[in-house]
């Protein structure tokens, strides 16, 4: 077992352990919980394959191992699944300890926010990496402001992605500290944060938005279901 595949594990392994907590009972929103996963994995894998393939970044043998899946190291196919799973459990933490709150966000302001950073993207279009970030996270929030504008002024959702920014910046700290994970600089802002590229903040916060926000819509859906079969 390389040291990739052993870093997802150790995000996983809490999380799941505690999926079994009588007050929150994750493993219950589990039907939510998977099809998000899937979401991620499908989305960002086939980014993640189309960057790597272009020189965006690349892994280290040493830490990753020589194996690929589609041009992947398998450490790479789990952190679509475990980080994703992690920072759900969070939200759910979240909403099973705190009262949410709506937060007086209109819709308008994602629409005008998805706006700004189109516009950011075309200006570093010569910056593959930052670019797809920027119309990534653009797409995302304007998807979400239509199927599902109350997870945009949920305070608990806010609260659970600026929780997960806590292990995000522990275990991507270590990833590009050894290095795991090494880029090409001149296809991003070039800007690091301790040894963490400031456009991999932008690719995380997409990322949970996604995932977070996919779970919560699916989670409606079931329990609309849920009333309507009663």
């Known amino acids: 077992m390389n040291l990739y595949i052993l870093l997802n594990l150790l995000v996983l392994a809490g999380p799941l352990v505690l999926s079994f907590d009588k007050k929150v009972a994750f493993f219950k929103q589990w039907r939510a919980v998977f099809p998000a996963i899937l979401l991620v994995v499908l989305?960002?894998?086939?980014?993640?394959?189309?960057m790597t393939a272009q020189g965006i970044w690349w892994f280290s043998p040493h830490y990753a191992g020589s194996v690929h899946i589609l041009g992947l190291?398998?450490?790479e196919w789990l952190f679509f699944i475990c980080v994703p799973y992690a920072c759900i459990f969070i939200l759910a933490c979240v909403d099973g300890y705190v009262k949410d709150k709506l937060?007086?966000?209109?819709?308008?302001?994602?629409f005008a926010l998805a706006a700004v950073?189109?516009?950011?993207?075309?200006?570093?279009r010569a910056r593959l990496y930052s670019m797809t970030n920027l119309a990534a996270a653009a797409i995302i929030l304007t998807v979400l402001a239509l199927l599902h504008p109350?997870?945009?002024?949920?305070?608990?959702f806010w609260l659970a992605i600026l929780i997960s920014y806590l292990p995000f910046a522990l275990a991507n700290g270590v990833l590009t500290g050894l290095p795991v994970v090494l880029y090409d600089d001149s296809m991003n802002w070039g800007i690091r944060v301790g040894s963490i590229p400031l456009d991999d903040f932008l690719y995380s916060l997409s990322m949970l938005v996604l995932a977070l926000g996919g779970y919560r819509y699916l989670r409606g859906l079931q329990q609309r279901r849920a009333k309507v079969n009663q």
Do not use: K
Request: charged content about 10%; cysteine-free; overall charge positive.
């Open 43 to 50: 989305l960002y894998g086939v980014w993640d394959i189309w």
């Open 73 to 75: 190291p398998p450490g």
């Open 103 to 110: 937060l007086p966000l209109p819709r308008w302001l994602w």
């Open 117 to 124: 950073l189109v516009a950011l993207a075309i200006i570093f």
């Open 150 to 156: 109350a997870t945009l002024r949920s305070r608990n």
